[in-house]
């Protein structure tokens, strides 16, 4: 996203072709917007597919099928800025900035990592921790979901995945936190030097992986092995930066994810006891719950030639968003998109990401959330909320700053 708020408009001058949009109003950092997106991304949606917003100076993509077809699209629409005479600070060159072919050789090299990863048995020391965390859960009163539960889960899956030790958590939490706001630094320009210097922090516990004796196993480890010999300063720092989105993307995304599943089972009683009498429902409830109420609210590209999206004609050198958190939703591709069902099928939703920049790590953290769900589902009672959920006041980001919570009846 990342770019401030404003009212919709007409397109500019130059777009007279495009429909006359209707006076709607979108601010994503909006209290009522961030308690609940859905309704005014329905309606943008519906009435304005494609339209310019002024404050965020970018077109919103809100369609499924207009969404894939800008990321099926890379040659017209680039993540990579510098494709458009932008600068791009070195500490943000990563797998996530760049676009093929520069992209391949550190995709590939992080995804054949992945692969050659003992996900199964990550998975096993996953539902370990979960379960021990749920465990230390029920022992009090009530406790809170994102610091008790989500979060250091999420932080021992991604260290795991990675083969590196788990940092001290609330120093961390605290780091990754500013960098994940830094993503709304468009929308609050304050959050872009916080954001800047906790990446600088992780960037140096990240060199140190790289620099000093690593663990022999994990991902880290294959990459570092892996990383053909005469790599130069430039590609050894974008594989540097990809391991630092990994780590942290990785970790805010899932601790995200985790407490938007959590709070959306508790909003919905009967599709915990769905998953109580149906095990073999956890797998496909673990995507339902990332297409129905997922972390990650859009990604953005810039269109480097003239060219049009669905018949709206867009300047070269815009930004455009696409907004997953509405083509999550869309009737067009998912039948009740606003109904929880947890034995959907064809969810092939945007949660992940889609194309080249889809997520890397999809496979670990679709394990995660399936663990947490099947701790969930062996627990004696349900989940639910014991007081007010409070949303991070974030816009890229979909999540809760608390989520108090209780296992007893
Ligand atoms: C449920 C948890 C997660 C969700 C919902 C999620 C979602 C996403 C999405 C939507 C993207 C695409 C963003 C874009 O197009 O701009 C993405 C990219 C990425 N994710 Fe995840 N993610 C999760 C967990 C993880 C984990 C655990 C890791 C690593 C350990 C990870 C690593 C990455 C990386 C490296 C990218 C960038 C890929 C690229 O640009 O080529 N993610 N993720």
């Not at 994102?146 to 932080?155: I, T």
């Not at 990650?296 to 867009?314: D, F, H, L, Y």
Request: overall charge neutral; charged content about 20%; glycine content about 6%.
């Amino acid at each position: 996203l990342g770019a401030g708020p404003g009212p919709l408009r007409r397109p500019p001058r130059e777009h007279l072709e495009a429909p006359v949009l209707p006076v709607l109003t979108y601010e994503p950092l909006d209290p009522a917007t961030v308690t609940n997106p859905y309704p005014v991304l329905a309606a943008l949606r519906e009435q304005a597919p494609v339209s310019w917003h002024d404050g965020m100076s970018s077109w919103l993509v809100t369609r499924y099928a207009d969404c894939t077809a800008v990321l099926r699209d890379h040659n017209t629409f680039a993540r990579d800025r510098r494709r458009t005479g932008q600068q791009v600070p070195a500490a943000s060159l990563s797998v996530q900035s760049l676009d093929p072919p520069g992209q391949a050789s550190v995709r590939s090299l992080f995804m054949n990592a992945l692969r050659a990863q003992d996900l199964p048995g990550l998975e096993t020391r996953a539902r370990d921790r979960a379960a021990a965390l749920l465990r230390e859960a029920a022992e009090r009163p009530s406790f809170e979901v994102m610091s008790e539960l989500a979060a250091p889960l999420s932080l021992a899956v991604v260290c795991d995945l990675l083969g590196v030790d788990e940092p001290p958590l609330a120093e961390f939490a605290a780091a990754s936190d500013a960098i994940m706001r830094s993503m709304d630094g468009g929308l609050d320009p304050a959050l872009i030097e916080p954001g800047r210097q906790a990446r600088e922090e992780l960037t140096a516990l990240v060199d140190s992986w790289f620099t000093e004796t690593g663990r022999p196993s994990g991902l880290l480890a294959h990459v570092r092995a892996h990383t053909p010999a005469g790599t130069g300063e430039t590609e050894e720092l974008f594989v540097r930066n990809t391991a630092r989105v990994m780590f942290q993307g990785g970790y805010s995304t899932m601790t995200a994810a985790l407490g938007n599943a959590l709070h959306t089972l508790t909003a919905h009683p009967e599709a915990q006891e769905q998953l109580r009498a149906n095990p073999r429902l956890v797998p496909k409830a673990a995507e339902e719950l990332v297409r129905f109420d997922g972390p990650v609210q859009g990604t953005s590209r810039t269109a480097i030639r003239k060219t049009s999206i669905a018949g709206i004609p867009i300047p070269a050198g815009d930004p455009v968003v696409l907004l997953f958190a509405a083509a999550n939703r869309d009737p067009a591709r998912f039948a009740e998109p606003d109904q929880l069902l947890l034995e959907r099928r064809d969810n092939r939703h945007l949660g992940y990401g889609w194309g080249t920049h889809s997520c890397i790590g999809t496979r670990a953290a679709q394990a995660c959330v399936r663990v947490v769900l099947d701790a969930l589902r062996t627990h004696r009672t349900p989940l639910r909320l014991t007081g007010r959920a409070q949303r991070q006041p974030s816009a890229t980001m979909r999540t809760f700053a608390a989520l108090p919570a209780t296992l007893h009846p």
